[in-house]
């Protein structure tokens, strides 16, 4: 008698099953950057920061595994690992702000208070672009300009710098990653993350409810924070440093030839 093992394979997400699938996913955008839905009555986010609360009602671009937008939903709904593990998949930018004198890099500390990846470093800023006119985009180029702007927006919300200090034009978009990675048991990433490359000379102050701590690191101090076994960092950027951070660095002045990429990497 011989026995045979099943596996499960999961349905791909696409615009037509996405609500059946995820009932608190719409399919179209809202018409304000918050989601129906108050997640500050909401007993899976009892406990947390009172201000990051009221952000998990801001609302994400949900995807398919092309990066084509079929819905909507909370920032909440979205960052739910029991939604991650069914597959729901959002859009996602991770800026990388440079010195342009002493090319070193900005980075940041997460603020206790951040309900995913607390107190963990990370790059200069990584955020969502929300489903609002500006930040959205079907074809490429429209959803570059979208996380642009998200960019623009998240760096003076997290750090105090200015629009004016970056502007859209002088931001490089250099490729998108595919990943997904646990928080805790209840939280986590499954994003289509924008890389943005952007050399600036910048004042920033950041905001103590979404920033620990920032500085500016040579490619050594970054090698060096890394054997730290004291310091934490997010999964992504782990991943963009392991893979493709120091040979963009070294080229901060010739990016033109990695610009652009087309191609989605799967991490």
Not at 52 to 60: A, G, H, N, P
Not at 96 to 123: G, H
Not at 128 to 154: C, F, I, N, W, Y
């Amino acid at each position: 008698m011989s026995t045979t093992a099943t596996t499960t394979v999961q349905e791909p997400i696409t615009a037509a099953n996405v609500i059946r699938l995820f009932p608190d996913v719409q399919s179209t955008y809202p018409p304000s950057h918050r989601s129906q839905s108050t997640s500050t009555a909401d007993n899976e986010l009892a406990g947390y920061d009172e201000e990051q609360i009221k952000l998990m009602d801001e609302v994400c671009i949900v995807l398919d595994n092309d990066d084509n937008p079929i819905g909507s939903a909370s920032k909440k709904t979205c960052h739910l690992m029991t939604n991650i593990n069914a597959g729901l998949l959002h859009r996602a930018f991770s800026a990388f702000v440079f010195n342009p004198s002493t090319k070193k890099l900005l980075l940041q500390q997460r603020a206790t208070e951040k309900i995913t990846f607390p107190d963990m470093w990370t790059n200069t800023c990584c955020s969502h672009p929300l489903g609002v006119p500006g930040e959205t985009g079907d074809e490429l180029q429209a959803s570059v300009m979208g996380v642009k702007r998200a960019a623009q927006r998240k760096l003076d919300q997290e750090l105090g710098i200015k629009k004016e200090q970056v502007p859209l034009d002088d931001f490089k978009f250099l490729t998108r990653i595919h990943y997904k990675a646990p928080s805790d048991g209840k939280w986590g990433e499954h994003e289509i993350d924008y890389i943005l490359f952007i050399e600036a000379d910048v004042d920033f102050e950041p905001n103590p409810n979404e920033v620990r701590d920032a500085k500016w690191v040579s490619p050594e101090e970054l090698k060096s924070m890394f054997k730290d076994s004291s310091l934490k960092f997010t999964p992504w950027f782990k991943l963009i440093c392991e893979t493709m951070l120091f040979g963009w660095w070294e080229n901060l002045g010739g990016l033109k030839k990695f610009e652009n990429e087309t191609q989605i990497r799967r991490m």
